[in-house]
Nanobody, 127 residues
Framework: QVQLVESEGGLVQAGGSLRLSCAASGRTFNMTNIGWFRQAPGKEREFVGAINWNGSGKYYAETVKGRFTISRDNAKNTVYLQMNSLKTEDTAVYYC????????????????????WGQGTQVTVSS
């Protein structure tokens, strides 16, 4: 089992940057793919990006490609979401999630493919 805790989000101006972290506990963290999702008020949960178990594979939603970067440090049991050039439409609650399939070669984009979730953290981008 994997337990996930996101770092505190925050308020940032449009065009600014913010880095979120997702700290994991559990012995299988370094075998699992991690996804980031977000949910804005009144909207469905949206895929942001994902990273595979060893960091060699990444995939991003078109809406964040070129602005957001996911990385991981398995020695620290942590995954990061670096968000640059933030826009007001990036305002949402951000979640990290773990795919329970060990050493899985694919990167899932559907929220129901992930088995463990963090509590979520609010990111607000002001104009």
């Amino acid at each position: 089992q994997v337990q996930l805790v996101e770092s505190e989000g925050g308020l940032v101006q449009a065009g600014g940057s913010l880095r979120l972290s997702c700290a994991a506990s559990g012995r299988t963290f370094n075998m699992t793919n991690i996804g980031w999702f977000r949910q804005a008020p009144g909207k469905e949960r949206e895929f942001v990006g994902a990273i595979n178990w060893n960091g060699s594979g990444k995939y991003y939603a078109e809406t964040v490609k070129g602005r957001f970067t996911i990385s991981r440090d398995n020695a620290k049991n942590t995954v990061y979401l670096q968000m640059n050039s933030l826009k007001t439409e990036d305002t949402a609650v951000y979640y990290c999630a773990a795919d329970a399939r060990k050493y899985y070669s694919g990167l899932a984009t559907r929220w129901d493919s992930y088995d463990y979730w963090g509590q979520g953290t609010q990111v607000t981008v002001s104009s």
